[in-house]
């Protein structure tokens, strides 16, 4: 079994930057992929970004194109989200996700471990 901590998750102001972090424990495996979904009030999971260790590609849904940055450290396994010019629209609960090959990274049947979640809220 693995276990997955997010933290970060806070209110920020619109235009803001915040970094979640997630790590995880239990039976790792050598190689794995680790990414973020996000859920808002009365809509769909939605994709935000992915990456694969060891080959440290990342992989990014439309919502976090050339805003959020995702990074791993699978010496540790752990992943960041760096969210840069937050939006109202990007509040949201963000749950970090665990496999150890998922072949569509945007589909949330494809992964194995999930997080509680961690909320961010981007208000003025």
């Known amino acids: 079994q693995v276990q997955l901590e997010e933290s970060g998750g806070r209110w920020i102001q619109t235009g803001g930057s915040l970094r979640l972090s997630c790590t995880a424990s239990?039976?790792?495996?050598?190689?794995?992929?680790m990414g973020w979904f996000r859920q808002a009030p009365g809509k769909n999971q939605e994709f935000v970004a992915a990456?694969?260790?060891?080959?440290?590609?990342?992989f990014y849904g439309g919502a976090a194109q050339g805003r959020f940055t995702i990074a791993i450290n699978g010496a540790e396994t752990t992943v960041y989200l760096q969210m840069n010019r937050l939006e109202p629209e990007d509040t949201a609960v963000y749950y970090c996700?665990?496999?150890?090959?998922?072949?569509?990274?945007?589909?949330?049947?494809?992964?194995?471990?999930w997080g509680q979640g961690t909320q961010v809220t981007v208000s003025s």
């Open positions: 996700t665990m496999a150890h090959s998922p072949e569509n990274l945007s589909d949330p049947s494809q992964w194995t471990y």
């Open positions: 239990g039976r790792t495996s050598a190689t794995y992929a």
């Open positions: 990456i694969r260790w060891p080959d440290d590609s990342p």
